[in-house]
């Protein structure tokens, strides 16, 4: 069981923007970076987010990330039916020793 | 280019032994602060990680799944193996391995370049 906590399921028009968020604690995304995926099932998940808010080369500026205290969340603006995909952040865990990934959010472009 | 391509055997009984491979290329592992990392996804769950090698042979694992798991360098220079032992149905899943570029802090947890993932089922 995951100890990052995402909404299920996102939903929005092409065009417009969502906000996913994941929620941790003091030992994870508290004093941890946070990373954030783009997973499309049967493939290879893609790093859209490292260090809160950097993207990675060839990573559009629609995707953005952020963090305030023990959460952080992935913005995605100008949705794109390309966009649907389950997205997950990630960071270490002090306590545990260990990598989290959160519960994942499934995005919808309608 | 970086690439990493996971290998091992589709269908496993219960109580046998897994050991997966990770064959990668465009990075070296004997880098400094560089580390590859396993992953998993059960069907209709999220992504879950399962143990991580550093380029100095340090390891860490899912504590959950600690005394199951065995990471480390294959024989071959550009290659890590994934063990797990005594597996239940519950261990079916899609493995992943993955790249964490070279930094010195052992916390920064990201990946940057991952395989396309190998499917494990585990049933009698």
């Known amino acids: 069981q995951s100890v990052l906590t995402q909404p299920p399921s996102l939903s929005a028009a092409p065009g417009q923007k969502v906000t996913i968020s994941c929620s941790g604690s003091?030992?994870?995304?508290?004093?941890?970076?946070v990373s954030w995926y783009q997973h499309v099932p049967k493939t290879a998940p893609k790093l859209l987010i490292y260090?809160?808010?950097k993207r990675p080369s060839g990573i559009p500026d629609r995707f953005s990330g952020s963090k305030s205290g023990t959460s952080a969340t992935l913005g995605i603006t100008g949705l794109q039916t390309g966009d649907e995909a389950d997205y997950y952040c990630?960071?270490?865990?002090?306590?545990?020793?260990?990598?989290?990934f959160g519960t994942g959010t499934h995005v919808t472009v309608l | 280019q970086i690439t990493l391509k996971e290998s091992g055997p589709a269908l496993v009984k219960p109580t046998q032994t897994l050991t997966l491979t990770c064959t990668f290329s465009?990075?070296?592992?004997?880098?400094?602060?560089?580390?590859v990392g396993w992953f998993r996804q059960p069907p209709g769950k999220a992504l879950e990680w399962l143990a991580l090698l550093y380029w100095d042979d340090d390891k860490r694992y899912s504590r959950s799944l600690k005394r199951r798991l065995t990471i480390a360098k294959g024989a071959s220079r550009n290659q890590v193996l994934l063990t797990i032992t005594n597996l239940d149905p519950e261990d079916t899943a899609t493995y992943f391995c993955?790249?964490?570029?070279?930094?010195?802090?052992?916390?920064?947890?990201?990946?940057?370049?991952w395989g396309q993932g190998t499917p494990v089922t585990v049933s009698s």
């Open positions: 003091s030992s994870n995304i508290g004093n941890n970076l």
């Open positions: 990630a960071t270490w865990d002090t306590s545990l020793s260990g990598g989290v």
């Open positions: 465009g990075f070296s592992l004997s880098s400094g602060g560089a580390a």
């Open positions: 993955a790249r964490r570029p070279e930094q010195w802090f052992a916390e920064l947890f990201y990946f940057d370049s």
């Open positions: 260090d809160n808010n």
